[in-house]
């Protein structure tokens, strides 16, 4: 079935630094863009780059409500803006990778009760058991990634079973601290969210499954099952899988969209919900890279990414499950010392100025005369390692630095791509994103580095795009949502609750003593398909 023209699909994406939306058109046209930047749009939260680093300089964080009031921010502004709600059909979204949310006991409820004449930020005021989220930046955690590698067998078995070694801002080892250091919270939580998640349970009205992309970055899912591993799990915290709900396909259709925002913004009652990923698996999609392309964000992180087919997790770098096509992978490297490094030197010796910063690439050599330099300001992710070091040719310290800087980003790249086995050919395109992709100075030094042409899309926002494609093929290849299947069972009739209706995608269940009307006469134990009139009422789960 054509999309409709006249249809908008969402993609929002939650970045380190600020919250962005694109809709697009039947057409995959870009009809409206916006943001909120978290420093300067919500300094009540005292963030700088959208995190808080705490005295250790390990342990990074941030306010899970500062997201939170974001969504209502953003929303606001798109409704001043005029943006017609109602024409969209669907939408999905990113999130920053590994961060977590853990929710309070009781706050699913809160979240299927949400009352629209007050804002989310109030509504959920009280729903956190942990208020300060720990991000991908936190690098904490070394005592508990050895631990988990210990009790599985190795780094490498990690790496075998879950993608990646077991890592420092993975969030499985982020639990694992929290429920070291604050048991009563870990008992306190109901659901543990990734960013990802999280942001989609905002919009669905419950809590959202985590998919099997994002999911990949928490050292806990069987990136070959696609199934929580039970010995990473077990090494991690008690009762862990209940809290995580099961996985789901990247391109899953989670439910409709809460009747809050129905409400509130004008969506239509049918407008779906497609499971959120993480911001890179996002990027591959909104690059729509191709078998052969290696594509470089530079946002906070710098990251290189590549679509796979045949998977060999090594102990460097990370294998996520692909977001777009079931039986592929994607293979990823991070580098934390990416945009907030090259705004320290820009600072530091072009004045603060991004276009002195890009005279100064066009006016000094490539090579730069034999300069290099290594630039890890913070405790770096690949390799694990931290200072700045500058050489000249015969290996002598030098001062030097803007060239010396991102040739020395670049080259780390390569390197890096080609021990992970990536192949430089004629033919090969490196596809650049994130908010350093503007800067075609630097976009010319990564084509000098990689010996290739460079390409940039048109939005250098691909996360949120890739989760606006996203949406609408979720919308194109999912029947509508009101024929769902409902799998219907009974419980203890003497408990008081009598019935379970279960969705069958999510499997999330509700039960109730007294079933709807049409399910009144159903046997128990049946899987049918009902018609269901709206999401409230009993099926409202
Ligand atoms: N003209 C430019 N040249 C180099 N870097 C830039 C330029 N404009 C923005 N940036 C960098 O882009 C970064 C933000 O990228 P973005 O992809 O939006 O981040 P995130 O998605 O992680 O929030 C900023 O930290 C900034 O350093
Ligand atoms: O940790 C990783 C990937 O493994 C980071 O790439 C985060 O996903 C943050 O993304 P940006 O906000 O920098 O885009």
Known sequence: MAASTESFYLGFDFSTQQLKVVAVDGNLSVVHQDNVQFDSELPEFGTQGGVHVHADSLTVTSPVLMWVKALDLILGKMKNAGFDFSRVKALSGSG??????????????????????????????????????????????????????????????????????AYERFTGNQIAKIYKAQPEKYEDTERISLVSSFAASLFLGSYAAIDYSDGSGMNLMDIFSKQWADSCLEATAPHLEERLGAPVHSSAVLGLLSPYHVTRYGFPEDCKVVAFTGDNPGSLAGMRLQEGDIAVSLGTSDTVFLWIKE?????????????????????????????LTRERIRNKCAGGSWEVFSSVLRTTPTGNNGNIGIYFDAMEITPSAVGVHRFDKENTKVSGEIRALVEGQFLAKRVHAEKLGYKIIPGTRVLATGGASSNKDILQVLSDVFDAPVYTIDVANSACLGCGYRALQGDTNTPALNHQLILVFGLNHNSGFSWCYCRARTKDCACSSSP??????????????????????????
């Open 96 to 165: 920053q990778q590994h961060g977590s949310v853990y929710w309070r006991k009781g706050t699913n409820q809160v979240l299927r009760d949400l009352q629209p004449g007050k804002s989310l930020h109030e509504l959920l005021k009280g729903g956190f058991a942990v208020s300060d989220s720990p991000v991908w930046m936190d690098s904490s955690t070394t005592e508990q990634c050895q631990y988990l590698e210990t009790a599985v067998g190795g780094a490498q078995r990690v790496a075998d079973i879950t993608g990646s070694r």
């Open 311 to 339: 998977p060999r997790p090594t102990v460097e770098g990370h294998i996520f499950c692909n977001p777009v096509d079931r039986p592929s992978y994607m293979a990823l490297i991070c580098y934390k010392n990416g945009s």
């Open 516 to 541: 709807g009307p049409e399910l009144k006469n159903a046997a128990i134990g049946t899987i049918m398909e009902i018609h269901v009139q709206s999401d409230s009422c009993c099926y409202s789960i």
